[in-house]
């Protein structure tokens, strides 16, 4: 008999029941942190919550968030509710200023976390049989090990390459019948743009599969991705305060990610008021850790963007379905008091298809008023068209980002393979006003 859940029980559970497991573990959790770091012990007595009497989900709302300067003024293990005996494990994500934060798994954590990828792995059709090439880069960042162990749990042969060389793991794609892969997806357009330099017919290969997160990505950029790879392209999302990749994850179905929500409670707050927004709303994403020893986090602000649908998804599985991330609230950018998100920009350029994937948004300030340009790569044809040609073109794309977004962007095209490529997470926004360079 072919399974087609790798744990069925759990994926398909009634919603009453899921809802009565994670109040259990919820208690538990808070009884953990109340007893183990002076830093919950102190917010759990502030606001008036017994962990001992905890019994309403509702009560959950008097918690404070945890923000990741909480992380960072308890560097680098206050948080830790486990001794260090029994942690096994330290990530780290880079801050640009101050202390990184920190985070600890027990061994009972490093189970969870390989069980939870392995189960979204399956869902997404991979098996054992399968080859996946790892292509996250290893060390303090969550990407590589934690697929690692995902791919291992699942029984999966892995490749654990990192990040970097491309024509290497082309090689190695080729030679090792590769069938999926992991990266972000910035690197997957890059291995694509770089294969095809080198007269690689993606579609001779077993490649299958990739998945792809870590950044924010449009369904836009999906289609590039599974065109050129000739494969099916699925998100996965996860933070390294909250476990690292494998929070959620596409199904098969492509619809909306799921959250594993018999580990992570999900909340959604309205980013201003920081009241709970209603339900199917946008608003900044908030995880509670349900089942995590060496660091839970109660009520975690992710800074992320995105709407939460409970609704059974078509594949029968109940847990909760994000959308994907539009981007996260620190990434917005206010140019002359409007509000806008690269991945808006993304939208936009995206449908023009005379442009290749490859972008940069610069700030800077021009007599005292903030302004945007963007610089898009287009084909070596266009670019070689005539001045006026290029001019009309450059106009065009500033109408339809003035009609979308509502303020003027100038644009600048550019040559093929003139913006940075990157092998992990992309930056796609330069702050000429705080110094920064393309
Ligand atoms: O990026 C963990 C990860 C590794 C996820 C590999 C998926 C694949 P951090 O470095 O702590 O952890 O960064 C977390 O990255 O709050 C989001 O803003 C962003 N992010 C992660 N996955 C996605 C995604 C890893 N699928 C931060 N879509 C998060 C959009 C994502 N943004």
């Not at 953990?32 to 009497?53: A, I, Q, S």
């Not at 959308?323 to 995206?350: C, T, Y």
């Not at 084909?379 to 073109?393: G, H, Q, V, Y």
Request: proline share 5%; net charge neutral; with cysteine.
């Amino acid at each position: 008999m072919t399974l087609k859940f790798w744990n069925e029980k759990i994926e398909l559970i009634k919603r009453e029941e899921l809802e009565l497991i994670q109040i259990d573990k919820l208690k538990k959790t808070l009884i953990n942190v109340y007893e183990n770091v002076p830093f919950y012990k102190k917010r759990l007595d502030d606001c008036g919550v017994n962990p001992y009497k905890f019994s309403n989900p509702d009560e959950m709302e008097n918690i404070p968030f945890t923000t990741k300067d909480d992380l960072r003024l308890n560097y680098p293990f206050k948080l830790f509710a486990s001794p260090l005996d029994k942690i096994i494990r330290i990530h780290s994500s880079s801050g640009t200023t101050g202390n990184p934060t920190v985070v600890g798994y027990t061994k009972s954590d490093i189970r969870m976390w390989g069980d939870s990828i392995a189960r979204q792995l399956f869902s997404l059709g991979l098996r054992s049989g399968d080859t996946v090439q790892n292509s996250y880069g290893y060390g303090l960042f969550t990407g590589g090990l934690g697929l690692h162990y995902g791919i291992e749990v699942l029984g999966a042969i892995t490749i654990p390459v990192s990040g970097g060389n491309t024509e290497r793991q082309i090689k190695i794609m080729r030679d090792f019948n590769t069938t999926a892969v992991c990266c972000t997806p910035s690197y997957a357009l890059h291995i694509a743009e770089v294969g095809k330099e080198i007269g690689v017919d993606f579609g001779k290969l077993p490649l299958k599969v990739g998945v792809f997160g870590a950044e924010p990505w449009t369904d836009h950029i999906r289609k590039e991705i599974e065109d050129r790879l000739k494969i099916n392209a699925y998100d996965i999302y996860g933070l390294s305060e909250v476990m690292g990749p494998g929070v959620a994850c596409e199904c098969s179905c492509k619809n909306g990610l799921h959250i594993a929500e018999d580990y992570f409670i999900p909340e959604i707050i309205d980013p201003k008021t920081h009241k709970r927004a209603s339900k199917g709303k946008i608003g900044e994403l908030v995880f509670t850790t349900i089942n995590k020893e060496g660091m839970p986090v109660i009520r975690y602000k992710t800074n992320d963007l995105t709407s939460i649908s409970y609704e059974v998804c078509s594949c029968g599985r109940t847990h909760a379905r994000m959308a994907k991330p539009v981007g996260r609230l620190d990434d917005m950018l206010i140019i002359r008091g409007v509000n806008v998100f690269p991945s808006q920009i993304e939208e936009v350029l995206m449908e023009i298809k005379e442009i290749e994937p490859h972008y940069l948004i610069i700030i800077d300030k021009r007599k005292y008023l903030d302004c945007m340009e963007v610089w898009i790569e287009v084909s070596e044809d266009i670019f070689s068209e005539k001045m006026n040609a290029l001019e009309a073109f450059e106009s065009s794309i500033e109408h339809k980002l003035y009609s979308a977004i509502g303020i003027n962007i100038s644009v600048k095209l550019k040559e093929p393979k003139t913006i940075k490529r990157s092998e992990g997470k992309a930056k796609r926004v330069v702050d000429m006003r705080k110094g920064e360079k393309p």
